[in-house]
């Protein structure tokens, strides 16, 4: 089991900055290819960014390129979303997702992913 644990959400006005955390525990240490994903509401998720644990792969969806960046510290078990540039289309909730299966890749689909954290909010003001 991997439990994962964002934060970093909040209220920033349109152009500003933001920073999410995930940090990944659990029982079993293993490596993970991770993602993140939005949901507003009355829409359905979508993908964010997703980065390879071990090889250093990222992609990001449209939308973002450019404005974020996902990275990785592994020694503190963390991945990170750096949001720059933020428009108000930005605001939802954020999460984090690990996938198991396939460390080595970068996955855009959501269904691939094995374990979920709770979200964090953003919210982007005009």
């Known amino acids: 089991q991997v439990q994962l644990v964002e934060s970093g959400g909040g209220l920033v006005q349109a152009g500003g900055s933001l920073r999410l955390s995930c940090v990944a525990s659990g029982r079993t240490f293993r490596n993970y290819a991770m993602g993140w994903f939005r949901q507003a509401p009355g829409k359905e998720r979508e993908f964010v960014a997703a980065?390879?644990?071990?090889?250093?792969?990222?992609y990001y969806a449209d939308p973002v390129k450019g404005r974020f960046t996902i990275s990785r510290d592994n020694a503190k078990n963390t991945v990170y979303l750096q949001m720059n540039s933020l428009k108000p289309e930005d605001t939802a909730v954020y999460y984090c997702a690990a996938e198991a299966s396939f460390p080595g890749t970068v996955v855009a689909d959501g269904s691939e992913y094995d374990y979920w954290g709770q979200g964090t909010q953003v919210t982007v003001s005009s």
């Open positions: 980065i390879s644990w071990s090889g250093g792969s990222t």
